[in-house]
């Protein structure tokens, strides 16, 4: 099965995208139009609704699952790396490109576990709606500890994915990362990832908010739903590892 780990930077945001932060040096001020929460709340919706068309092809036309990572990697790349404010370029062709790579993931899945895409939907729409009135609400508060602990441990998750892939090379692999090893260590390691991409999420919301407040140029809004994006579908992925190793018990 294919991994995806969106993961970290040292920053505000465990997201990579999420990387530069809000420095003045980081990006030429604008001075048309400015980021608003209502626009980056609206192009999200625009990149769910292209990432469940891609998921409809890619479930439909398996072949496409390699091509859709593959492509999906590279515009992410591109967008992170390359220059934030084409972003309203690229990040629609990424979402549609990992749309195809998730469809055709998710029937692997659904092949082997009846029903479990639309209990990893069903989740992580779930966890997404209580994360975000969580923190509209106060409950949960990004503060710097809150921010440490969730980068460290992000960090740790990435390095362990990192030494898998290289072992891969050799014929192994760490077995605790196998969707079909139901023991409870396995398990327990994938309920921990979760977490850790659940509350990556919070501080996705609280760099979108702030990038808001602080009127950053209106193409953050695509840079923002772009980078929610990257968090939602790696969460998706991980949500879909999980329950196939609690079916696998």
């Not at 995208?17 to 626009?39: C, H, I, Q, V, W």
Request: include cysteine; charge should be positive; glycine fraction near 12%.
């Amino acid at each position: 099965m294919s991994r995806h780990s969106a993961i970290n930077r040292f920053g505000r945001s465990t997201n990579p995208a999420f990387s530069r932060g809000f420095d003045s040096t980081s990006y030429e001020a604008s001075m048309g139009e400015k980021m608003t929460l209502d626009g980056a709340v609206n192009k999200t919706g625009i990149l769910l609704a292209l990432c469940f068309s891609g998921a409809v092809i890619g479930w439909n036309i398996p072949a496409l699952i390699w091509p859709g990572a593959i492509v999906g990697f590279i515009l992410a790349m591109v967008t992170i790396f390359r220059n934030p404010a084409k972003a309203g370029s690229t990040a629609p062709l990424y979402a549609l490109a990992q749309g195809t790579f998730l469809g055709g993931i998710t029937l692997i899945y659904e092949s082997a576990f009846d029903g479990i895409a639309i209990q990893a939907i069903g989740l992580t729409f779930g966890i997404l709606a209580s994360l975000l009135m969580c923190y509209k609400s106060g409950l949960i508060k990004p503060t710097e500890n809150f921010k440490l602990m969730v980068v460290a441990g992000i960090g740790g998750i990435f390095l362990l994915y990192l030494v898998s892939f290289i072992m891969s090379f050799f014929g192994s692999g760490i077995s605790l990362l196998s969707p079909t090893n139901g023991s409870l260590m396995s398990i327990g390691l994938s309920l921990g990832i979760v977490c850790f991409a659940s509350l990556s999420l919070v501080l996705d919301f609280d760099f979108i908010e702030e990038g808001a407040e602080k009127g950053m140029p209106k193409y953050m809004e695509w840079y923002g739903a772009f980078s929610l994006m990257v968090t939602l579908i790696w969460l998706y992925l991980e949500i879909l590892r999980l329950l196939a190793k609690m079916r696998s018990r």
